[in-house]
């Protein structure tokens, strides 16, 4: 069983008041390479293009191969939106940039 410390509670923009808790090294991992490779403002990179970038930054101790870099993308995606670190434009496809 995973120790209260290597958990971390998340947000999810489209469940206002609802958390999930997460392992935190990958959260975190995940949540800094995100950041890295988003930049500030519009337009922004659509989801495919910031993993694109972002692959190369995970540890490959914790992302083997970059195996479940999808959803864990996407959870920080979520996160940092709820927390309004980053934007979303409303383009197809969806694009993403850090808040200035």
Known sequence: MAKVDDRIEIENFTSPGHVQRVDRAKYQAMRDALLQVLPTGAPGLTVAEAKERLLPLLPDALFPGGDKA???????????????????????????????
């Open 70 to 100: 999808g959803w864990w993308l996407k959870a920080a995606q979520l996160d940092l939106k709820a927390k309004a670190v980053i934007a979303r434009e409303a383009t197809k496809p969806l694009r993403l940039h850090r808040r200035g």
